[in-house]
């Protein structure tokens, strides 16, 4: 295994739970940060939050409706989430696209989605020429919402609620290396409140 890769071993060794499937390995860890530093990263997200784009536009401007923040590694509480993730997850940072932080209002959303690209897209190679595809997904909710913004895996049907430091992890591959359709995914509408979360992924080959 290289250093670009993590492994059902390594996040059951960390602590993380499977969530139960056959068809995609999915892993959870509550408490994974504890609650002041999502605080700040939330004030990050605040300070410079954007509309959120899609790669490949499907028509549909209400897919993703939430706002995205780049966070920089300059910031300590950035850096020691980098650090824990590369910790947690056995993966070098290198492989990992920059963190990126969503905010979603009441009614926003991100309908069903993968998060790997397309290989027959016509911008596959754009997005995928330099670091290859996207291989694992972390993503870290940084708060617990009044009501709504849940995440959805309709295809092994598991709802997945958003509470403060929570971590959740999932391969894009099945064991072979191709592409997971399982891994079909749903930020559900927030109904009451806001959501925060984190989100990482990595990458086959080094980011840049
Ligand atoms: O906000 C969520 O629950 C999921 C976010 C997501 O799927 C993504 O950013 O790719
Ligand atoms: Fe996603």
């Known amino acids: ?21 056959q068809r995609l390995e999915l892993f959870i860890k509550r408490d994974f940060l504890d609650p002041l530093h999502c605080e700040t990263l939330i004030d990050l997200i605040e300070a410079e939050r954007r509309p959120s784009t899609i ?33 947690i997850s056995g993966i070098d940072p290198v492989y990992g696209e920059r963190l990126q932080g969503q905010r979603y209002e009441v009614g926003q959303e991100f309908k069903a989605h993968t998060d790997y690209f ?56 099945r064991p072979d290396g191709s592409l997971n359709a399982a891994t079909l995914h749903h930020a559900m509408k927030v109904r009451k409140g806001l959501k925060y979360v984190i989100t990482r992924w990595y990458r086959e080959r080094p980011w840049g």
């Open 1 to 21: 295994m290289g250093p670009g890769e993590s492994s059902s071993d390594i996040l059951l060794r960390a602590g993380l739970q499977r969530v139960p499937s």
């Open 55 to 87: 790669a490949n536009h499907n028509g549909d401007d209400n897919f993703r409706t939430s706002e995205t923040c780049d966070l920089h590694h300059d910031h300590p509480a950035v850096a020691e989430l980098d650090r824990k993730l590369a910790e």
């Open 118 to 173: 397309e290989p027959d897209h016509a911008d596959y190679q754009t997005y995928c020429s330099v670091s290859g595809q996207r291989t694992w997904t972390f993503m870290i909710y940084l708060n617990t919402v009044e009501a709504g913004g849940a995440t959805r895996f309709k295809v092994i049907d598991k709802i997945i609620q958003p509470e403060v430091g929570k971590l959740l992890a999932w391969n894009n591959r």
